[in-house]
């Protein structure tokens, strides 16, 4: 029968045993009991408890931690007085093989990164920012076109500007990775450019229409990043046309329709960047954080090409 006083006396024995036994446990892996043993005992006891010496330490080392067994004796000194590199040496020796100063992590695989978004939604703008201010380096691919140039545009820079007869020998030599007619004009991503560019290990970024992210995506399926460049509103991205002046009226019909119809697409890429009125640094701040993301994935993306 169990009488209050019996309950009482059971439970000193207890924490009599309990107390005796503190500074037998091991150090790391059962550090949580040691933890709740300690706020069992009163302020007393507390303050008569002694910090643990270089020889309790020692007798630490002695137990196994998981399967790897650490060898006996391996004198650890005080942290409050070890020089740090005597320290280490003695942490070394007791762990049982020197600690290594290789990357726990592999290096990042170089990124293609594919930006894309209805005509007016400010791609060009956002990469020109990101070729000339970004912490990143990145290659732009320059993308080739029959398109006529623009007064601000430089050949080879923003765009390689070729004839309709060279776009399609280039066609035929199979030396594009895609290629689209865009509104009366041919665009199309070299595939020299990224192959010499992944090979020296950059990150390449692609400038593409929606019908030519949706091939891109057939052929990088997941080892590209597909990013969509939105306005904040199809008003903010008709007048962003308007104001372009590049734009004749029926152009400009057309692409805004275009642009209704682009925008169900976004569900098919992985991130979606808006580019709001003004406020284009803060969209080329969310590409490089996308881009800084993706680098510290754990599962790495690998380009096929
Ligand atoms: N955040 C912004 N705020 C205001 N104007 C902008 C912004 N971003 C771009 N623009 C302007 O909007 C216009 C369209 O931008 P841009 O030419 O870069 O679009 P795009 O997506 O490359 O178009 P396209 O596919 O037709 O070449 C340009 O005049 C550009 O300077």
Redesign the pocket.
Known sequence: MWTSSSIYSECSMLRRLLCTSLPRLPLKPQSSSLTILNSSLTQNQKQKQKPLSSHTIKSFSTSKMGDAPRPLSVPIPTLEKAERSDLLRALEASMGSPFSSEPLSPNPNSLIIVIS????????????RLRDNSRLALHFVVTVTTRPRRPAEVDGKDYIFVSKEEFLGMVEREELLEYALVYGDYKGVPKQQIRECLAKGCDVVL?V?IQGAATLKKVLGKSAVFVF?A?ESEM?LVE??V??K?ETVESLLV?IGTAREEMKHVKNFDYVVV??????DN?VKLMESIIDAEKARVSQRTPLL
């Open positions: 978004g209805p005509s007016g939604v400010g791609k060009d703008a956002l990469i020109a400038r229409d460049v306005a903010a962003r046309l104001d372009r590049t692409r580019n709001a009125k003004g406020k284009l969209a």
